[in-house]
Structure formats: C-alpha cells, structure tokens
C-alpha cells in the first residue's frame, strides 16, 4: 500500500488528503496532519473520497456523430481533434473568432483554466470563455474589484484564531464549510471571550451555535450593514485616520447612510432595532473583526452591493489588514479561486488583469507571444448560452461541468443545446445530463488521477498530485487543450 498526498475536490476550504492506494485504485482517504487547511480533519464528504473513485459511468474513449438524427460513436483521438479542427476553423473563418465559446469549472486545476483562457483568448481571439464560478462568486469579485481594487480575499484562516468578533453572513458554514466551522470552534474554545453573529433568514445549524443569530428578510442584508455603519458613524465607532489615509469617497458613502438608521433598517430587515444595535456596539468595541460570508451574500440580484456594503463597513472601521480582521468571503468550489487568478472570467486575464485595460492586454499578449488580444469582456455564463440559443455563438464547448442540470432556467438551456451547431463536452463521466446532449465527448481524467494545482479561499496553492493513471483513453483537461490549440 501507498499513501500520496494530494487535495479534497470538494469545497473551497481545501484539505489535504492522503489518498491509500494498493496501485489499481484508492481503497483509503484520511486527512493530512501536516497541511495548514484542516492538519489532519476531513469531513464527511472528504473521508469518503475513495468511494467516488469508481469505473461506473466514465467515458473511457471519444465519442462523435455527424447528425443529431445518429447516435455518437467511438472514434480515434486523431479523428475526433481533427474534426474539430476542421470544424473550428471553418465557423471562424465565416462568422469569426466571437461565434465560438467555451463554458468551464471551478472543479478544474489552474493549469487547465490557463490553457483554456491561453485557447480562447490568445489563440482564437476571443474573450467567450467563462466559468460555473460565475454563478456563484462572480458578486465577490466584482465587490472586492470595487472597494479594494483587486479580487483578492485579505483574510486567512489563522485569522480565526485572532479575532474578538466573527460575523458570518450568509452562509451555512457548518454545514457547507465544515473543516473551516470545527476550527472556529477551536477558536472559541481556546478564548471563549469570543464573539460569533450569525446573520441568516434561517436558524441553521451556525446559527444555533452562534452567541447572537439575526434572522433578516432574505435580501436587506444592504439595509442591515448600512445601519451598522450608521450607528457606528454618529457613536464616534470609525476610524477617521485610517479613513484619510487609505480610503476615498467616504463623504459620499456618509451621505448614502445618513437616513439609514438602525430603527429603518429594523423594519426593512424584520428584525428587532436592538439587536442591530447591539451588533454595532460589538464591532465598536471589538479590536479584531473578521467577516465570513458565502453564497447568501453572492447568489443574488444585488450581490455586488451586499458584498461592497460590508466591505465599506470593514474600511471605514479599519478592521482590515490586521491579524484577526478583514472581509473574508468563503469560496464554494475548489479552485474557484484559482481560476480567477488565472483569468478564467469572460471579463479577466491572468492575474488579475483586465481585459478593458490596454496595458494589460499588451502585458499578456507581449507573455504569450501573440498579437492584440480582443478588448471588449465576452459573455458571462447564462449570457453565453443566451447567445448560442439565438445563433450567435455556433459552437460550445464545455468542460467538467454540467449546465444541462445547473443552470438557471433550464428550458433555455435545452434550446441553446439544440440550437448549437455543435456541443463539445470534456468530462470524465458519460452519465451526466450534459454528456448525453454532447454531439462530442471527450474523456477527462478526474479527481485521484490529475496533477497540478489548486488554489483555497485563504489563496493557499496545493499541488495536487495523482493516484491512479488515467483510465482508458481518458486525457488531462490541459492536455486535450493543449493537443486541439496546436492542431488549431
């Protein structure tokens, strides 16, 4: 028996795994003790890992069909990549570099985001390359982008073990984090001073276990931070020097709250004025405050705002940048981080670029060797297949993800899969709801079989390192992409 060490794909915490294995399987998982996530911890979904790990249902060899009237049949690597080729070269050359996209997952290492994002926007020219993280941490990025400047979450995990006052807003994180949680816990044991709020229309199980739980409406979360700086505006609970030195338009920001008092946002919010107010009370008198929040902030038509709101309230308290302090938004997907900084967003580059920005689309393309790179953002996810359902975009291809089953409105969906000219799936299982619509498939290794690396929502980078040999004909992401871009 051997023991390897490689990463959980589960959630964005990131725990270290070691992966048993007797060289035909993995017949173990148990945590490991020496990795800075969870030393050691795995929760129910990671020690089960080995279970996962099984031969049902993977796609072992390409797949293709010429018309949707047949059914794909088995074809050569050789065949299937050239018949992309082919097919690639000939839409763009009619309807250009924009009627191609590409549809990928926070589930996929860095190295494969790279060379998609290199694919799409170095080689083909085209910025359609988006990302499932879309769905649910696209409001973070664009709320740390707006008030910090950058999408890059200035907390980490030892920070628990140094703040006086937790917030959670939000988010579930016994339930969806649960490594994360079981060290809070720690936290709180070791000081019990410690104070944890949980903000959440629900009583979960973090909110049960919180020394104070404000159950908002589902959307005021604006209307309750809002009120929270108001009250700590007008208590003498701000900062003013750290305000001059490091902040701007907080004269409009005061102006924006003036009318936001804490018995306004009671009503907005159905919560008791007294209870805000005592939230604002801890955060004044608290010396460490450190935010976690997740999807209840992010998954919503005002997630930008929600985000941003709370930002503004560590800024305008100088809870940042400090051991313990900080807005800290928990990633959902395992390396939904690391695609970002890789530029794996219709609107981004590699790190942390933009694609409106001239200077940094000279930057990368002076990097990859390539002429302009196109500096208008392509489509976002839902406005992607938006785009194929009308014609626009003639091939989509998809990979390790399954919009057929996860994406909003999926009638729309189903029209855009029938709308394509062609659907390229890149996936390790046959069975997903998306790989029985693909008019291609291409076999990808999975977890247990990849190398490379990931990136956790505290920004640590694990290499990943594989188990097993890939089954069948199945290939890396990155190397499937790599083979069709020097083809192309």
């Known amino acids: 028996m051997l023991e390897i060490k490689t990463t959980c794909p589960y959630c964005g915490v990131g725990c270290g795994v070691l992966a ?26 990671g ?20 018309s949707r009237a047949d059914g794909r049949k088995r074809v050569t690597w050789d ?3 050239d018949a992309l080729v082919d097919k690639f070269e000939k839409t763009i050359d009619a309807h250009g570099p924009d009627s191609v996209g590409f549809y990928i997952s926070g589930q996929l290492l860095t ?52 703040a006086d006052l937790i917030v959670i ?10 490594i994360l949680f079981r060290r809070l816990e720690d936290a709180k044991a070791k000081r019990p001073t410690l104070k944890v709020v949980c903000i959440d229309p629900r009583r979960t199980e973090t909110a049960r276990t919180a020394d104070m739980h404000i159950p908002i409406l589902p959307g005021t979360d604006v209307a309750l931070f809002n009120a929270l700086l108001h009250w700590l505006l007008w208590e003498d609970g701000i900062d003013t020097a750290y305000i001059r030195a490091h902040t701007e338009g907080f004269a409009e920001l005061k102006t924006a709250v003036r009318e936001c008092t804490p018995a306004w946002a009671a009503r907005i919010c159905g919560v008791n004025e007294s209870q805000i107010v005592e939230l604002a009370m801890l955060w004044k008198a608290s010396t460490a405050t450190l935010s976690l929040y997740c999807q209840g902030l992010n998954q919503s038509a005002c997630g930008t705002d929600k985000n941003a709101a709370l ?57 990859w060797g390539v002429g302009a790179l196109p500096p208008f953002p392509g489509r976002a996810a839902v406005e992607m297949f938006d785009a194929v359902k009308r014609g626009e975009i003639k091939l989509l291809w998809i990979a390790c993800t399954n919009p057929a089953q996860s994406l909003p409105d999926l009638r729309s969906v189903m029209e855009a899969f029938a709308n394509a000219e062609c659907v390229i799936v890149q996936e390790a299982f046959r069975t997903t709801e998306t790989a029985r619509l693909a008019d291609v498939l291409l076999p990808a290794t999975t977890w247990g079989e990849k190398d490379g690396t990931v990136t956790n929502s505290e920004r640590a980078i694990t290499h990943v390192n594989a188990v097993l040999p890939a089954p069948g004909e199945a290939r890396h992401d990155w190397e499937i992409v790599g083979e069709f871009a020097r083809r192309l």
């Open 20 to 45: 048993k294995t007797d060289g035909q399987r993995i017949v173990g998982v148990r945590g490991d003790p020496d990795h800075p996530a969870n030393f050691g911890r795995l929760c129910t979904k």
């Open 47 to 66: 020690s089960t890992l080995h279970l996962t790990t099984t031969p049902y249902g993977r796609a072992l060899h390409p797949e293709m069909r010429t």
């Open 79 to 81: 065949a299937v990549l």
């Open 111 to 162: 190295e494969d985001y790279y060379v998609f994002n290199k694919l799409a926007k170095g080689l083909i020219g085209t910025n359609n390359v988006d990302t499932n993280s879309r769905l649910c941490m696209s409001s973070a990025v664009a709320g740390y982008k707006a008030t910090l400047g950058a999408d890059a979450p200035p907390a980490c995990y030892e920070d628990l073990n140094h």
């Open 169 to 178: 807003a939000g988010s579930n994180t016994a339930w969806a984090h649960p």
């Open 311 to 367: 930002i503004n309230l560590h800024l305008a308290t100088a809870q940042i940048g400090k051991a313990g302090a900080g807005p800290f938004s928990l990633t959902g997907q395992p390396n939904a981080m690391g695609g970002r900084e890789v530029g794996g967003l219709a609107n981004l580059l590699p790190g942390h670029r933009e694609v409106t920005s001239a200077e940094h689309r000279a930057e990368v393309a002076t990097l």
